[in-house]
Each structure stands twice: as structure tokens, then as C-alpha cells.
């Protein structure tokens, strides 16, 4: 009977032989656990009780499995992605895993935008993104788990193209992908907070089916972990800067050419030759950001990363990666994107550049203001 227990945060199957492993729980105390009640493994019971986090890493094995366990399955594919963070949320050669199964694109975070912003410009961004990497969704959707937002339009869109298959919902760790199935319970079933969720990337392991009224189910595939994502070169203490709780409030920074503007210790962004123009920075509140000069700024990084420039922690500095330079002189008013973290926007005509740690992208889009 142990065998076919599944811990109820992550969905794995328990066992009490391999702590390294996902679903391990030691064996006494799944000895005095309620087999009728809820219980949870090992991990999950810490990262509900303490916020502490093991490594457990489902191999790319695993994945291309799982992937193409689905794309051998007649279903519809419901594919979530953090809208501050396409490029970190893409799934690599997700479409030539889908098949001729529809997608459904998910933005999620939809919550911490501006109101300023122009959410059908953000819908149709997304779409070109997607498109780019070879997948055509059949429509994509804005939502704010966290708030609950859109949920009603994205299980009515489910209903829409689901054509009684069964839908599994895929992403990479940390898109909210957990918080927002969640969400999908609660509307189905009336019940809340099933799944485990948190800000570690990492969290959601195994599939987790939520049975549909037709005997299909909704299937929770794991969080697929990209190791380009800014939230890997974060401490956990620091992980809010890539996951903002509250709306951002834009910044404006009147800048001359020659002046530099650091994110922290996490990114830079260099005005190298323009007017004198206003650059906003949209990125978590928290996130401080310091000007200097550019002539300056190679040394200045050197000296005060890890102090002034903090995150990086100082006990963080050494395993901190380089940052990488990209430099852009756009034709039209364009957001300079740091994946995962915010984007400046600049305006026509002005030579910038932008750094970000080595294999996090930074890229540049047509204005969302
Ligand atoms: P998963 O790894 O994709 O399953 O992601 P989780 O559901 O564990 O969420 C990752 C982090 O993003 C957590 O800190 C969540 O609170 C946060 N999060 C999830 N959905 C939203 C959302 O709609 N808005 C905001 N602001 N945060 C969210």
C-alpha cells in the first residue's frame, strides 16, 4: 500500500528509502501518518513549515519522457509562462512536442503591471514571441493567479478547444504555474490551496490529475527548471526581486549620455550616445537602482558588487556570474528587456546597452508604453 501514496503538496509518489530523491519521507514518520489524511513528503512539509528548500532536480531525461508522453496524447496543452520573463519561461522545442495538440498561452503575473501599460500590446507581444519559437497558440491569455484574475476566461477557454481530451498544463518553475492550478481547483471543486506553492524555482514535482466532469482530467506536469532564469543566480532571501508581490511603480530617470544606471548588482545599463532623454525602469519596487558615471562604472562594479550593488550578497559575490554586454540602437521607442528582472524603455534613436549575468538575456522589444 505505501507505494500508491502520493504526498498531496508536489504530487509524488512517497517513499522512505532515498532522502536525495523526490516524495521521501522518512519511514517512521509515514508510519504514524493517517493513510486517510492528507500527507505530505518530506520536502513539502518543510517548504510549507519553514520555508526551507532541497534540491531536487527532475534530470532533462524526465522531461523529454514527459514531454513526449504528451505529445503522443490526443489533449489540449495549456502553456504557462511569466510574462516578465518569456524568454526564461520558454520551453525549449515545446512545439515539436505538441504535436497537432492546441496550445493555450498563459501570461501569468498579469497583477504587478502598471496600469499604464497596454495589456492588448503585452497579449500580441507574447504571441510573436511564441511564434518566433515555432509554437502558434490558439490564443493567449493574460492572468493573475495571485489575485485570481482571468481564471474564469482561461478555464472557459479551456472548455472552448478542450473537446473532452484531457488538458495538461506545462511550464518552467517559478511562472506560477502551481498557484495558478490552484486556483483552477478552488473554481472546480471549491477546494484551496491544494498544491504546494512557493517562491523556490524548483517546487512542483510529478504530475498531479484533477479529474474534469467527463472523466478527463487536468494534468499538473512538473515545473521544468531553465538554468537561465535570473531566479538561479538569487538567494532565496532575494527572490522577491524576480517575483514582484505589489504593482511595479515605473521610474523615471533623466539621463545625459555617458551615465550608467545599476540594478543592483544584477544588471546594468549603460546611455551611451543620444539626447539627454527620460528612461523609465520598470522592475520590483525593492530593487535599487544607482546612477553613475559610465566612465566609471566598470571599476565602480568591481569594488561595490556584493556591498552597494547588493544582491549579489557579499557571501554570493564569488559564484555570481559575469555580466554580459548587449548594446542596441533602436528605430522606435523600445523596452530594453533584463529576463526575468524589468525592462527600461528608450526611446528612438538613442545607443544604449545592457548587461545581464552570462546566459541570462537581455533583448530588445517595441515599447509596451
Ligand atoms: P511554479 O513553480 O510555476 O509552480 O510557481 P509557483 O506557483 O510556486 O509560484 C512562483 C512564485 O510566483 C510564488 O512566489 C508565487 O507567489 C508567485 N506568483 C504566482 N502567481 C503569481 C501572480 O499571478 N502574480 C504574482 N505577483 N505572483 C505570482
Not at 293 to 321: C, M, Q, S, T, W
Request: glycine share 8%; aromatic share 8%.
Amino acid at each position: 500500500i505505501t507505494n500508491e501514496i502520493y504526498c498531496i503538496g508536489c504530487g509524488a509518489k512517497l517513499q522512505t528509502t532515498d532522502p536525495t530523491a523526490a516524495g521521501y519521507l522518512p519511514a517512521a514518520t509515514l508510519a504514524k501518518a493517517d493513510p486517510e489524511g492528507e500527507i505530505y513528503c518530506q520536502r513539502c512539509f518543510r517548504l510549507r513549515h519553514y520555508n526551507e528548500i532541497a534540491d531536487v532536480e527532475l534530470t532533462d531525461d524526465d522531461f523529454l519522457r514527459l514531454l513526449n508522453a504528451i505529445g503522443e496524447s490526443n489533449a489540449l496543452i495549456v502553456n504557462v509562462v511569466d510574462i516578465f520573463d518569456f524568454n526564461g519561461s520558454v520551453i525549449p522545442g515545446l512545439h515539436r512536442f505538441v504535436g497537432n495538440n492546441p496550445v493555450i498561452l498563459v501570461g501569468n503575473k498579469a497583477d504587478v503591471l502598471p496600469s499604464s501599460l497596454n495589456r492588448k500590446k503585452l497579449t500580441s507581444w507574447l504571441t510573436q514571441q511564441a511564434h518566433a519559437q515555432g509554437l502558434r497558440p490558439v490564443e493567449t491569455i493574460l492572468t493573475s493567479a495571485k489575485k485570481g484574475t482571468a481564471v474564469d476566461d482561461l478555464l472557459a477557454t479551456i472548455e472552448k478547444y478542450r473537446e473532452h481530451r484531457d488538458v495538461f498544463v506545462v511550464g518552467v518553475t517559478n511562472t506560477g504555474k502551481s498557484t495558478l492550478i490552484n486556483r483552477v481547483i478552488k473554481q472546480l471543486t471549491g477546494v484551496s490551496d491544494l498544491i504546494t506553492t512557493s517562491r523556490f524555482p524548483g517546487t512542483t514535482l510529478d504530475r498531479i490529475e484533477i479529474p474534469l466532469d467527463d472523466g478527463q482530467s487536468l494534468i499538473d506536469t512538473p515545473g521544468i527548471i531553465h538554468r537561465h532564469q535570473m531566479a538561479h543566480f538569487l538567494g532565496a532571501k532575494d527572490l522577491q526581486l524576480v517575483s514582484p508581490t505589489k504593482v511595479i511603480r515605473p521610474k523615471v530617470y533623466q539621463l545625459n549620455p555617458g551615465q550608467t544606471l545599476f540594478l543592483a548588482g544584477l544588471a546594468r545599463f549603460d546611455f551611451i550616445q543620444g539626447q539627454k532623454s527620460g528612461f523609465t525602469v520598470y522592475a520590483d519596487n525593492q530593487l535599487l537602482i544607482h546612477r553613475t558615471k559610465l566612465e566609471n562604472a566598470d571599476a565602480f562594479y568591481a569594488k561595490h558588487r556584493g556591498d552597494i550593488l547588493n544582491p549579489p550578497r557579499p557571501e554570493e559575490v564569488a559564484d555570481f556570474p559575469d555580466l554580459a554586454r548587449f548594446e542596441f540602437t533602436p528605430k522606435q521607442k523600445s523596452d530594453l528587456v533584463f529576463a526575468g528582472l524589468g525592462w527600461i524603455t528608450v526611446p528612438a534613436g538613442q545607443t544604449v546597452a545592457g548587461y545581464a549575468p552570462k546566459g541570462v538575456d537581455v533583448l530588445i522589444r517595441p515599447a509596451l508604453v
